[in-house]
């Protein structure tokens, strides 16, 4: 498409636009003094304003049922749980049984490695990305403790090449071969949360399976925001957070992918809790688990339901809109605000924007990274202050993620005006 930098060809996309209608069903941030443009989707998605009803269902029926709610809500509490997971496994292209929503993330990817992170002998290594968020990074080094191990003798990370800010598929796939038989387990982030670059999770997932490691995603940055089809690919494991790209709430409850070959493996060690045991029996109160045949079998405690209810209220949205119909106008409005970017990056002596995420849009979501050479936090701090909500990561990137479900043509036509301003 050729773009436009111009107020009516943004107004004349949002006309266009067959998702334009979901922009009035979120509830926009009023703190700034200007009216506000929110580029923060990537960290935290903004409130469909239908959570509200969904919350106070749950205290109507908590307040008139008590106890007897966990059977007699509208929503039986015992299994509320159930209510999301056909939502959740179209979203990720999965088998129902193949996913559950439960605990948040990092407590899920700590689970996940008790299952799948089982060194043995010399194969014990552990392949991730070179600065990988934190949380991460932190549970791979614990995990790597837990069996004895020093983090720096079994973690090898891949990172980009000198002078380069993204990593190259080929030498994630390399590195994979070189570990070969020593390789325990592949986790790296399906999207980076600093760069916005997709991984190919498909020839990641086979390179691992090759030389007999599992292979599993963090999948914080892609869910609600790329294709995913994690039984297609194979992919071992994976979980994600419901409160960037999926508007769930702050703190809200988190996702789990387990393939079904692993599902039905009832040898395969994990950490147990009651609301993982055969539904049939749990109130029986036996002394030994039976695992549930389906990734349920990894829920530890009995669901959050306030918490449920507002993801279940939000992927109702993205049930209803379907993924192909977001990806569709995600990669014209990011395609948008790359061009506004480099529009004005072209225009003005005194800034040079480098966008790090990659341009082809099969290769990045609705995020963008931006190094601007020669201004900084200064540039971010002016934006700020005129409306723009963003993310300043250090030492020196601004990540702007326009969400398809709520921003529109015009937020991204303002967001270049107030940058414009900044600069003269
Ligand atoms: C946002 C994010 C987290 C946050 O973890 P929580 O357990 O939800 O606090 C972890 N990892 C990645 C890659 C993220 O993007």
Request: charged share 25%; aromatic share 10%.
């Amino acid at each position: 498409m050729k773009y436009t930098n111009s107020l009516d060809f943004a107004k004349e996309l949002d006309i266009k636009d067959p998702l334009q209608k979901y922009r009035k069903e979120f509830i926009f941030p009023s703190f700034t003094s200007k009216p506000v443009v929110y580029f923060t989707g990537n960290s935290l998605g903004l409130q469909p304003k239908s959570v509200r009803d969904a919350i106070n269902t749950e205290l109507d029926d908590w307040g008139k049922w008590g106890v007897e709610g966990h059977f007699e809500a509208q929503n039986p509490w015992v299994s509320y749980h159930e209510i999301l997971t056909e939502k959740t496994a179209r979203l990720v292209g999965a088998h129902p049984r193949e996913v559950v929503v439960t605990h948040s993330l990092t407590t899920n990817l700590h689970l996940l490695m008790v299952s799948f992170y089982r060194p043995n002998g010399k194969r014990n290594k552990i392949i991730c990305e070179k600065k990988a968020f934190p949380s991460d990074q932190y549970a791979l080094q614990s995990q790597a403790k837990l069996h004895g191990f020093k983090p720096e003798d079994v973690i090898v990370e891949v990172g980009p090449r000198t002078g380069e800010h993204l990593i190259r598929e080929e030498d994630i796939i390399s590195t994979i071969k070189e570990v070969g038989d020593e390789l325990a387990m592949v986790m790296i982030g399906g999207v980076n949360y600093y760069s916005g670059q997709v991984f190919d999770m498909k020839s990641i997932t086979k390179a691992g399976h090759q030389v007999g490691a599992k292979v599993g995603f963090d999948l914080a940055h892609a869910a609600g925001n790329i294709k995913l089809e994690l039984n297609a690919w194979d992919v071992d494991f994976a979980t994600w957070c419901s409160y960037k790209y999926l508007n769930s709430s702050p703190g809200g409850v988190s996702g789990l992918y387990i393939n079904e070959k692993h599902v039905k493996d009832e040898e395969l060690v994990r950490l147990a809790g009651w609301w993982g045991h055969n539904k049939e029996e749990r109130f029986l109160m036996a002394d030994e688990f039976q695992p549930i045949p389906t990734a349920e079998s990894w829920q530890l405690s009995n669901a959050p339901v306030i918490a449920m209810a507002i993801h279940n209220a939000s992927l109702s949205i993205f049930d209803e809109v379907g993924m192909d119909a977001l990806i569709e106008k995600r990669d014209q409005l990011t395609g948008y605000l790359e061009f506004i970017i480099n529009d004005i990056s072209n225009r003005y002596e005194n800034v040079d924007f480098e966008i790090i995420t990659p341009k082809n849009p099969l290769k990045r979501g609705a995020q963008l990274s931006i190094l601007a050479h020669g201004k900084g936090k200064e540039l971010f701090n002016y934006i700020s202050k005129e409306g723009v909500v963003a993310d300043w990561r250090e030492p020196n990137v601004i990540r702007i993620a326009p969400a398809p479900l709520y921003n529109n043509y015009e937020d991204v036509y303002r967001f270049g005006q107030i940058l414009e301003g900044a600069l003269k």
